[in-house]
């Protein structure tokens, strides 16, 4: 195929892909413009095509700055993956192979360059001297900034391009929104009234549910068979602590879970084997403190379990925003219980910012305990508003009910005032259940009048019910006096009987039913087609081992989904299916269709049939010419345009003067008359004397039938 300067083919051509995601196709002709840009778009977004694409179509090198070198490696090799010409420099090269790369820099061989920022800046001079540049992007943006939660002080430096590169266009980028980090990153790298684009920050594909004070033994049974039932998958498990991690593991290997652990207490070779070994499928779970997810782009992550509460918003939406960059459904699971605020409390006390962090932990806890839509608080959080609810967290599918709670909360609210608040959660849960424990009866907590006035409710229940009293503001936790409980002022309102309380009704334990659904279904009733999947996931597997790659840099499991949904059993077919670009198609292309041809045989299961037409109109939508269509489908031109006439006379092409002028057009009208109105094509050709060619012709013909029945 030619090549091509429009983005849209480009975007087929080179990456496989129909459609521009949200913001894509404007940024990009930003970009083409040579228009400054910032981006802030979530993980999974679709950053990299931004600067990946125009690269392509830049005259000169494009230069990635990349802070992580596991994703510089990633990327290039996902690029070259894909037939485009990209090398990566970082500090673990040694001096000739960073050399060998500069070369064909100099050379013009490559389109993108990544970067650590210390190397550009190490070899700036020299590369502004020898190297031409059409565009710098600026990956993980905001680490240029204090205000970000990872700031990296030698990308304070980059401010140098600008001075160095005056005229290149800089596109920075960032998964992280707010605005003084926006602001900042504008300023520092003296972008020039950047185009500023904001996507939005909800991904539909992940499911939110949370799960409250869960004993640890339940927690362990629930997440293994959540996890057994998704056969396959991958997924992360966050923990809080390093022990916690390895235990974690342990847990899980006793469930004959393949997992391993990662945590910043180990070497970096352990860190990097274990991380390996995710990303290429050989482990199927990580147990993991936050430390994991910033270097890696594996995009099938499937699902995300939180083993406790996160401190904040911003880090539990990156944590889970890990599981489904590919698009596909993946889920997210939150366990989280008293302990865990309290925990959480106690560190921020020990810590700078105490306030701003216990305000946001208090936001992280009021997520946690909505009554209503997680994703709306998820997405407010971040400056957004969803309009209708989400359908796809576990309150809109299991919908909260409320109900007056004064009454409780007069029993709770008394029992504290009554032991002078000196009492910590467990203890008010043990005097309102009655508990005859040692500490209770040597205090004389057993005399006091709500004593026992709980008995009807569980532990579980109080601690939900108490969590709902704080997040509410009818109570305090002392964190500075051994976690004792204080009752507000708004709380006193409400025992004394001048306000009341609506109160969440408590989650039965049993409703949680982690087998009820596989995020990777592809269709509940045919076990053939999980089937094929498995089939191809091997075929990639192989292909991944052999190459040496991550299986998701061949394909990804959104492209091997369609494969199963479609059956292609043609190379040609293959060009409906998103993720299959040029490069894709010529390597990898037989192979699939003849694995799935063996498939659907010894399946006896029957190719569905392509719709040869559709399939011409499909591609002339997507702007190839007749010349690559015939290329492409391996067909003859003049075929294309029997397609093409055929679409026209059914209306689904519109208008056919591209391929046909307005005196061909007479002429052949005039012979028809001359013969009869004859709709044979051969008495006409000869009538012609063999001038006008059959497919113009026929195409004649097509539009002399339309206008003759308007
Ligand atoms: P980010 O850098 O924003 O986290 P990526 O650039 O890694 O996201 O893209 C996330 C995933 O989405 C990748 O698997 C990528 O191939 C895919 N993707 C990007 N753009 C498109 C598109 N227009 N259509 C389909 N998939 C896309
Ligand atoms: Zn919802």
Redesign the pocket.
Known sequence: MQATINPQTT?KKH?G?????AL?EEIIEGVLNQKDSLVL??????????FQLPALLLPNITLVVSPLIALMKD?VG?LKANGITAEFINSSMDENEQNDIVQLAIKGEIKLLYLSPEKLLGLLNYLVNNVKVSLIAI?EAHCISQWGHDFRPEYTKLALLREKWPSVPIIA?T?TADKITRRDIVKQLTLNEPNIFVASFDRPNLSLAVRFGIKKKKKIEEIASFIHARKNESGIIYCLSRKATEEMAEEMLAYGISAGFYHAGMSSEQRSKIQDDFINDRIKVICATIAFGMGI?K?NVRFVIHNSLPKNMEGYYQEIGRAG???LPSDTLLYYSLGDVIMLRNFIEESGQKELNHEKLNRMQQYAETPICRRKILLAYFGETLEKPCNNCDVCKNPRQTFDGTLLAQKALSALVRTEEKISASVLIDILRGSHRKEIIENNYDRIKTFGAGKDLSVHDWQQNIIQLLNLGLVEIAYDESYMMKVTEFGKSVLYGKKTIELVKIEKLESFEPKKKRSLEIDDTNDLNTDLFDYLRGIRRHLAEKENVPA?VIF?D?TLKELVDKKPIQVSDLLQI??MGEFKIKKYGNTFVKEIKQWLKSNDVKAPKTDTFMETFRLLNENYSVEEIAETRQLHATTIYSHIAHLFSKNIVSSIDNYINQTEYNIVKEATIELGETKQLSPIFQYLKEEIPYHIIRLCLAKLEKEKNE
């Open positions: 975007l990456f892909f129909d459609h521009f995601r894509q778009m979530p993980t999974g977004g679709g950053k990299s095509v931004c990327q996902a990956d980028l998964a782009d995009s960059r590919d698009g998701y990804s959104a998103s993720g």
